[in-house]
């Protein structure tokens, strides 16, 4: 049953999102930021009541922090010259060049 639950937030806020691009488009790049996919992560392992887990998954978090910075760098520099879908997949790549680097990076060198 917890699961339905999240999986309900996370619904709601994608229509929340759909609803309000009807309307502007400050708000739909704004409400991501609110941490919809980090509480859900966090209610998970909470749930087992290891407060170090909970403490390595909010460090976990907030070493993708870079990585989101990228992806909207990319997808705004880029949308420009390519269209919408490349500039998300050039963001995606450099979401995910810099998530290598940040959880693997260390143990390469």
Do not use: H
Request: glycine share 12%; net charge positive; proline share 5%.
């Amino acid at each position: 049953m917890d699961i339905i639950w999240k999986g309900i937030l996370g619904g709601l806020l994608t229509a929340l999102i759909a609803w309000l691009s009807k309307r502007g488009n400050t708000l739909p790049g704004i409400l991501p930021l609110f941490p919809t996919f980090a509480i859900i992560a966090l209610l998970i392992v909470g749930a087992k009541g290891d407060s170090a887990g909970f403490r390595e998954a909010c460090m976990a978090g907030a070493k993708t922090i870079p990585a989101y910075l990228a992806f909207l760098g990319i997808c705004y520099l880029t949308v420009g010259t390519f269209d919408y879908r490349l500039a998300l997949l050039a963001g995606v790549t450099a979401w995910l060049f810099i998530i290598l680097i940040a959880f693997f990076g260390p143990r390469w060198i």
